[in-house]
């Protein structure tokens, strides 16, 4: 028995570390670190009217753009960070929407600068904040849905 006695305790300890290793790896934090350490506080969600464009056309009195409302939503919280939302509606149609806030650092960022700009996009052409979800950015995607509709509810409010 003596024999077997520290190959018994070699694979009971390595059986025990490949177990602890697996544990680790399959925790996922509640933020990304990074992103924590970089936070900046949200600004608080604004209403403005005010001109989105200067003179249209050429004639001699050059009509002016109709003024539109800029509203910043509420900043959603996601696994990886926060994600806020800006948008410009005028007449009553979304013609801009801008992340203020989005997740960053590490991976984050690569995520982020891909999924953003496509969020931007859906949620002009959607002219609302029922938009997919963009395939590798799911939080991202859900907190900018939040974001939108805050924002939107905020100009139907007004």
């Keep these: 028995m003596k024999?077997?006695?520290?190959?018994?305790?070699?694979?009971?300890?390595?059986?025990?570390?490949?177990s602890g290793i697996v544990l680790l790896l399959a925790l996922k934090p509640g933020t990304d670190p990074a992103s924590a350490a970089a936070q900046v506080p949200a600004p608080p969600p604004v209403a403005q009217g005010g001109a989105t464009g200067g003179a249209a056309g050429g004639g001699a009195g050059g009509a002016q753009a109709p003024a539109g409302t800029t509203v910043t939503g509420t900043a959603a919280r996601t696994q990886y960070g926060?994600?806020?939302?800006?948008?410009?509606?005028?007449?009553?149609?979304?013609?801009?929407?801008?992340?203020?806030?989005?997740p960053s650092g590490g991976r984050s960022s690569e995520i982020t600068g891909n999924a953003v700009p496509r969020l931007n996009q859906a949620a002009v052409a959607a002219q609302n904040?029922?938009?997919?979800?963009?395939?590798?950015?799911?939080?991202?995607?859900?907190?900018y849905r939040q974001s939108l509709q805050s924002a939107l509810d905020q100009v139907s409010g007004a």
């Design 3 to 18: 024999k077997n006695h520290p190959v018994r305790r070699f694979v009971l300890a390595t059986a025990a570390t490949v």
């Design 82 to 102: 926060p994600v806020q939302v800006r948008v410009t509606v005028v007449g009553g149609k979304i013609t801009q929407a801008a992340a203020v806030q989005a």
């Design 129 to 143: 904040a029922q938009i997919d979800t963009v395939s590798g950015a799911t939080y991202t995607s859900e907190g």
